[in-house]
């Protein structure tokens, strides 16, 4: 089992910027990628950006340029840096780690509690 614990939401004014850390702990054999998705009121669960054990990045098109992901492996430990942040960036911020779960090594996905973003106009 993976626990994600999350932290950094809270209310920004638009064009400001803002830091989501999630910290991965637990038993595992290893986190093949972590990552952050979104979900604004009406609308489906989305990815913002996913970094992999390698370091390979992907970022929703919607984010490319204002959001940068980081990870420290040793600290299992995922950062989002939002800047120049929009009113559509408004939505709860869920962390995901894709892991090798104990004892049967399948690969699993798990997700935090997730943390509210607002960006005011």
């Known amino acids: 089992q993976v626990q994600l614990v999350e932290s950094g939401g809270g209310l920004v004014q638009a064009g400001g910027s803002l830091s989501l850390p999630c910290a991965a702990s637990?038993?595992?054999?290893?986190?093949?990628?972590l990552g952050w998705f979104r979900q604004a009121p009406g609308k489906q669960r989305e990815l913002v950006a996913r970094?992999?054990?390698?370091?390979?990045?992907n970022y929703a098109d919607s984010v490319k340029g204002r959001f940068t992901i980081s990870r420290d492996n040793a600290k299992n430990t995922v950062y989002l840096q939002m800047n120049s942040m929009k009113p559509e960036d408004t939505a709860v911020y869920y962390c995901?780690?894709?892991?090798?779960?104990?004892?049967?090594?399948?690969?699993?996905?798990?997700w935090g509690k997730g943390t509210l973003v607002t960006v005011s106009s």
């Open positions: 637990g038993s595992f054999f290893s986190i093949n990628a």
């Open positions: 970094v992999t054990s390698g370091g390979s990045t």
């Open positions: 995901n780690a894709n892991a090798r779960r104990k004892p049967d090594y399948m690969l699993v996905d798990y």
